[in-house]
């Protein structure tokens, strides 16, 4: 049940300052950081990550995908939580921004249509990537983090949002001066 997936701000959400936003609206349902990283990625690594876009999407929409996506910094992270692929997704909303329903982030901070993308020969500026299944967020969080780098850390979340018992964790008692 607890699960992990890959979350990008992309260039466009980066660049528009939205990304305190958008990682706020994870933190507040009580989803936990557990990865974060700022980069900018060429279209080498960009055409891993999207691999299956082109079968899917067409060639022309990888494309220009691929040129979205290297414009400019993304920032990536992992997180951690209940059913985390379904909720996050949930939360970005449908691809499409002009179907997005307000409160979503793709419907808060987009609106066009793909039909308008189309027009003007772009990839939908949708401010975010969020892994689409389980099996894809294994893959893509890996492709995007060492395993060094994902940490395992205690948060309130831990007793308001996922049950742990208070009484286990005041047995972790502060250390005292002497013992620092
Ligand atoms: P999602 O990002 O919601 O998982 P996809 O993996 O199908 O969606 O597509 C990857 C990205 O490609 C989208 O987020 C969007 O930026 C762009 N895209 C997909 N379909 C189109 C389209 N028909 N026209 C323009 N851009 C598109």
Redesign the pocket.
Known sequence: MLEQTLVLIKPDGVQRGLTGDIIKRFEGVGLKIVAMRMVWVDKEFAREH?AD?GV??GEK?LA??LS?ITMGPVVAMVLEGVDAVEIVRKICG??EPKAAQPGTIRGDYAHVS?GY??HVN?????VV??S?TKDEAKTEVSMWFKAEDIHDYPSVHDIHILHYRAEDIRKIKPATNDEK
């Open positions: 999207y876009v899917r999407r929409v220009n995908l979205l449908p691809t793909f993308s189309d772009e990839a939908v500026r949708n990537h969020a689409g």
